[in-house]
């Protein structure tokens, strides 16, 4: 195969491996993003016989988008509520072998792991 061919298609297994997030659940807006609609470039969102997977856990609504903003917006307001009252627990995210604290700017300063410990 010519250089420029083995490029493209290097190019095109990447691009079908490890898409993975969230899309708008619009068939005009999926299109736009794999004009093949096959899933070639989106394969979460499409059934093996080329059709939208409405059920696919990467598609939300625009009502899905709005309530995951405003919930987020919440935790964000609630938190810096928190903050500006003074409360500074330290309460890292723990969950199997992922810690938090591994990749935190202030572990240096912080006195988490002396108090666990």
């Not at 856990?57 to 964000?76: A, V």
Request: one cysteine or more.
């Amino acid at each position: 195969a010519e250089p420029e061919e083995v490029i493209r298609q290097k190019v095109e297994e990447g691009l079908r491996i490890g898409r993975d997030g969230l899309l708008l659940d619009d068939e005009k807006v999926l299109l736009a993003m794999d004009a093949s609609g096959n899933g070639k470039f989106l394969p979460n969102v499409y059934t093996k016989k080329g059709g939208l997977n409405h059920e696919s856990k990467n598609l939300k609504t625009r009502e899905g988008f709005q309530e995951m903003f405003s919930d987020l917006e919440n935790k964000l307001r609630e938190t810096g509520e928190r903050i500006l009252n003074g409360e500074m627990r330290i309460s890292p995210v723990k969950h199997g072998q992922y810690d938090a604290c591994a990749y935190c700017p202030m572990k240096n300063a912080c006195r988490y792991k002396e108090k666990e410990g």
